[in-house]
């Protein structure tokens, strides 16, 4: 069974673009507190649990859609914003393009209340959290149904954009 993220970004032709705006997620993530006793990772590694999205990116750059995932952290950076720091050059070996941006250099943008992706500004996939991180659902948005919230997120995700750096310059404090 796949998820609506993977549905997504399976059917976008041209855009899939991801807001992330949490600092911890998913305590619990085996790789995370594997990464917390230690385990490190080289640039050559690609490790088993990253292939399904990894191949999944891959495909969809190959039919040119651009990937573009933005985070958004406070400072100084929790564990978990360095480990997804450590494992980020995953995300650019299969196609996307990820940059930083820290909250305290958000002043006039106006920020979505939840994590999102959006695809080819028709589609949206809202990603709703408990409050220690763990994904409690997923919503999916149509442009025909809120097209106004889908016009939000993508302009909002355009002007973070232009606000944050690209990984290769962005080092976590």
Do not use: C
């Not at 720091?85 to 958000?106: F, P, S």
């Not at 994904?135 to 097209?147: K, L």
């Amino acid at each position: 069974m796949t998820s609506p993220t993977r549905d997504g970004l399976a059917k976008a032709t041209r855009t899939a673009v991801h807001l992330e705006l949490r600092d911890a997620y998913g305590a619990s993530d085996p790789e995370f507190q594997r990464w917390r006793q230690g385990r490190r990772y080289a640039f050559e590694d690609r490790p088993e649990w990253f292939q399904g999205w990894g191949d999944a990116v891959q495909e969809a750059v190959s039919r040119g859609v651009v990937v573009r995932r933005l985070r958004i952290v406070s400072e100084p950076v929790t564990d978990y914003i360095r480990y997804e720091h450590h494992v980020t050059y995953l995300n650019l070996a299969a196609g996307e393009q990820v940059r930083w941006l820290r909250r305290a250099d958000i002043r006039d943008t106006a920020l979505p209340a939840n994590d999102f992706w959006l695809f080819d500004d028709a589609q949206a996939v809202v990603n709703h959290f408990t409050g220690d991180g763990e994904i409690s659902r997923r919503e999916v948005v149509s442009e025909a149904v809120e097209p106004g919230l889908l016009r939000f997120v993508g302009v909002a995700f355009d002007s973070l954009w232009e606000l944050a750096v690209p990984h290769q310059e962005y080092t976590p404090e």
